[in-house]
């Protein structure tokens, strides 16, 4: 089935670096991509839609200067963490959808835990 | 703002009985709905899904109902086994449009041997 990679798994920064989350799908093309936050024993929230070669739309309440998304190729959407404060640490979530299939399955990372500290 | 909500935050079944899900959903243009399973630290993992032109669809141990009218989504699943312990989560989106999907709080449930 298709599969949507996430990289790192886990990172540790300290508070006042950036940190770049990568999402890729692997086996089909996405113009767009999801990506969800999840604090600990709560949902998924969504973030942003990454459109590919176009600007991001932010759901609102998330500061688009502070998580910057660039999905510059079918394949590939990246989430930069730009100046992590503890407050940051959370599971961060990817997901694409594969058009190519009859309902357009979104299809999710495995995360990428952040902790900063 | 429109969202996905759960009626039980936890749910404990023994190994072997029936299990059900439940989730409500409030936002009457939903046309698509999923449930998800999450295993700790790991990302959503698709279910099973239905359409709103289905009421009942079935896959591999699960159900999936869907009750337009009072808005109710729920999942039910066979012969609950250990590895069944998880988090689930319903979502809702639309099949047209930006596709976003709302996910519901979140049911652990967890199976006793």
């Known amino acids: 089935g298709a599969v949507v990679s996430q990289h790192p798994s886990r990172v540790i920064c300290k508070s006042g670096t950036s940190v770049k989350i990568e999402c890729r799908s692997l086996?089909?093309?996405?113009?767009?991509m999801f990506w969800y936050r999840q604090f600990p024993k709560q949902s998924l929230m969504l973030m942003a839609t990454?459109?590919?070669?176009?600007?991001?739309?932010?759901e609102q309440g998330v500061e688009k200067d502070k998580f910057l998304i660039n999905h510059a190729s079918l394949t590939l959407s990246t989430l930069t963490v730009t100046s992590a404060h503890p407050e940051d640490s959370s599971f961060y979530i990817c997901?694409?959808?594969?058009?190519?299939?009859?309902?357009?399955?979104?299809?999710f990372g495995e995360g990428s835990r952040l902790t900063v500290l | 703002g429109e969202s996905v909500g759960l009626h039980l935050p936890t749910l404990s079944v023994q190994e072997g009985d029936n299990s059900i899900i439940n989730c409500a959903y409030s936002n009457s243009a939903s046309d698509y709905f999923i449930w998800y399973k999450q295993e700790s630290g790991k990302g959503p993992q698709f279910i099973i899904d239905?359409?709103?032109?289905?009421d009942k669809r079935q896959g591999q141990r699960v159900t999936v109902l869907l009750n337009k009218t009072v808005k109710h989504l729920s999942l039910q699943i066979a012969a609950t086994q250990p590895g069944d312990s998880a988090v689930y989560f319903c979502?809702?989106?639309?099949?047209?449009?930006?596709?976003?999907?709302?996910f519901g709080q979140g049911t652990r449930l967890t199976i006793n041997p």
């Open positions: 990454s459109n590919e070669g176009s600007k991001a739309t932010y």
């Open positions: 979502a809702e989106t639309q099949i047209q449009g930006a596709q976003k999907l709302v």
């Open positions: 997901s694409a959808r594969d058009w190519a299939r009859l309902t357009g399955e979104l299809f």
């Open positions: 086996d089909f093309q996405a113009t767009t």
């Open positions: 239905i359409r709103s032109n289905m």
